[in-house]
Nanobody, 115 residues
C-alpha cells in the first residue's frame, strides 16, 4: 500500500506564500507524477495542479500564475509552491498519485489564508 505524507500547510496572510510537500513511501511520484487537489468547506474537491511524468504541468484556472508544481525524483517528493495567496485559497489540500495498482491520497493539510 502506497502512503503519501503531506506537510507544509498553515496560516498565512493574504499575499503570503507557502510550500506544500508530498512524500511517497515508494517511487510512485518519481515514475508517474503527482497531483494536488483542494476542498473548501461545503465545496467539491477541485484540481489545483498536476504534473505527470513526461508531460507539461496542468493548473486550475484560479491558481495559474501563482502556484507552481514540481517533483524531486531523488526524494520521491512532490511540491506545490503557492505565492500571492488569497482568502479563497483556504482549503484542505490533498496530494494524489496513481499507478497500475490504484489511486492514492495523502491525509490532507490545512491551508488558511486570513489577516
Amino acid at each position: 500500500q502506497v502512503q503519501l505524507v503531506e506537510s507544509g500547510g498553515g496560516l498565512v496572510q493574504p499575499g503570503g506564500s507557502l510550500r506544500l510537500s508530498c512524500t511517497a513511501s515508494n517511487d510512485i511520484i518519481s515514475t508517474t507524477g503527482v497531483g494536488w487537489y483542494r476542498q473548501a468547506p461545503e465545496k467539491r474537491r477541485e484540481l489545483v495542479a498536476r504534473l505527470s511524468s513526461g508531460n507539461n504541468p496542468i493548473y486550475g484556472d484560479s491558481v495559474k500564475g501563482r502556484f507552481t508544481i514540481s517533483i524531486d525524483k531523488t526524494r520521491n517528493t512532490g511540491y506545490l509552491q503557492m505565492n500571492n495567496l488569497k482568502p479563497e485559497d483556504t482549503a484542505v489540500y490533498y496530494c494524489n498519485a496513481f499507478d497500475r495498482t490504484g489511486m492514492f491520497w495523502g491525509q490532507g493539510t490545512q491551508v488558511t489564508v486570513s489577516s
